[in-house]
């Protein structure tokens, strides 16, 4: 053998395992990032956050004229499963497939601990064939015309989240009139967290802003979108001065005007994110 080619089959053993290793430091990385996002400190999931960024503080409830906040909470707990490890997108094929036309696939079917999550991964867990992401929001929500399918429906979603935010001692219940009935509402008694939540949004658009969507925090950067889905993005920024404001509202039109399956393909990409993006831009 010349020496030649011994130093080029030498070169490609290297280049393979260096190939490997990288690949192993970035599966031990995404490990400890799923670890951490199932970690019990998590102190509010991601529907939690966006209901109580659509929660008015005074008054206890959404707007009656949001009608996109059902489906935006459904999309929340596809993220927050996948955030948590427990579900994924199919993997890309050779012949490379749109975000929506790839299937949520049961990843690990240990329970969360958060009952609505539960509920969810367990339909996602007898499911066959598998189902899209868009799919799956529209299922969740209930709005389906299969008879067969009702079951998949998320009872009381809202309601659901507002008891949790009770527990956690964010919000607190009362009952109000309104003349033809009485509703149950849940205003905002911890005003502190949802202001440090508001200003970890509005930072992220403003003083932290970093110009690439893939070097955001990834739950950051799902609450912007799903926030945006569920038509709460501009309570965040409401309170600015006209100048951030702008700035903010600029910004966060530049992360959701991008095309998400671009974006899905970069390396490092969380594709859950970028798929329910895809999801609610088509709708």
Same mark, same amino acid.
Not at 33 to 48: C, N, Q, V
Not at 258 to 279: F, L, N
């Given at each position: 053998?010349?020496?030649?080619?011994?130093?080029?089959?030498?070169?490609?053993?290297?280049?393979?395992?260096?190939?490997?290793?990288?690949?192993?430091?970035?599966?031990?990385?995404?490990?400890?990032?799923?670890?951490?996002?199932?970690?019990?400190?998590?102190?509010?999931?991601?529907?939690?956050?966006?209901?109580?960024?659509?929660?008015?503080?005074?008054?206890?409830?959404?707007?009656?004229?949001?009608?996109?906040?059902?489906?935006?909470?459904?999309?929340?707990?596809?993220?927050?499963?996948?955030?948590?490890?427990?579900?994924?997108?199919?993997?890309?094929?050779?012949?490379?497939?749109?975000?929506?036309?790839?299937?949520?696939?049961?990843?690990?079917?240990?329970?969360?601990?958060?009952?609505?999550?539960?509920?969810?991964?367990?339909?996602?867990?007898?499911?066959?064939?598998?189902?899209?992401?868009?799919?799956?929001?529209?299922?969740?929500?209930?709005?389906?015309?299969?008879?067969?399918?009702?079951?998949?429906?998320?009872?009381?979603?809202?309601?659901?989240?507002?008891?949790?935010?009770?527990?956690?001692?964010?919000?607190?219940?009362?009952?109000?009139?309104?003349?033809?009935?009485?509703?149950?509402?849940?205003?905002?008694?911890?005003?502190?967290?949802?202001?440090?939540?508001?200003?970890?949004?509005?930072?992220?658009?403003?003083?932290?802003?970093?110009?690439?969507?893939?070097?955001?925090?990834?739950?950051?950067?799902?609450?912007?979108?799903?926030?945006?889905?569920?038509?709460?993005?501009?309570?965040?920024?409401?309170? @600015?001065?006209?100048?951030?404001?702008?700035?903010?509202?600029?910004?966060?039109?530049? @992360?959701?005007?991008?095309?998400?399956?671009?974006?899905?393909?970069?390396?490092?990409?969380?594709?859950?994110?970028?798929?329910?993006?895809?999801?609610?831009?088509?709708?």
């Amino acid at each position: 053998m010349s020496t030649l080619t011994h130093r080029n089959r030498r070169s490609e053993v290297v280049e393979k395992r260096s190939s490997r290793e990288e690949a192993d430091r970035e599966d031990a990385l995404e490990e400890e990032e799923e670890d951490k996002d199932d970690s019990k400190d998590l102190r509010l999931t991601l529907m939690e956050e966006v209901l109580l960024l659509g929660i008015k503080d005074k008054e206890g409830y959404t707007s009656f004229w949001n009608d996109s906040i059902s489906s935006g909470l459904r999309g929340a707990i596809l993220i927050e499963l996948a955030l948590r490890g427990r579900i994924q997108l199919q993997p890309q094929a050779m012949r490379k497939k749109k975000l929506l036309d790839r299937k949520v696939l049961l990843k690990s079917d240990a329970p969360t601990g958060d009952v609505l999550l539960d509920e969810a991964l367990k339909h996602i867990k007898v499911t066959e064939p598998p189902e899209t992401v868009q799919s799956w929001i529209e299922l969740l929500t209930g709005e389906t015309w299969n008879p067969l399918k009702l079951h998949y429906q998320l009872r009381n979603v809202r309601e659901r989240l507002a008891k949790s935010l009770v527990e956690k001692g964010i919000l607190t219940t009362e009952k109000q009139n309104f003349l033809l009935f009485d509703m149950t509402t849940h205003p905002v008694t911890n005003a502190t967290e949802k202001q440090r939540l508001v200003k970890r949004v509005q930072e992220s658009l403003l003083e932290r802003w970093v110009n690439d969507a893939h070097r955001m925090d990834r739950r950051l950067l799902a609450l912007i979108v799903l926030a945006s889905a569920s038509d709460v993005l501009e309570n965040v920024f409401t309170a @600015l001065p006209d100048e951030q404001y702008e700035t903010a509202v600029t910004r966060s039109r530049a @992360l959701l005007d991008g095309d998400p399956d671009v974006e899905g393909a970069k390396p490092r990409a969380y594709e859950m994110i970028w798929a329910v993006m895809a999801a609610f831009s088509k709708s």
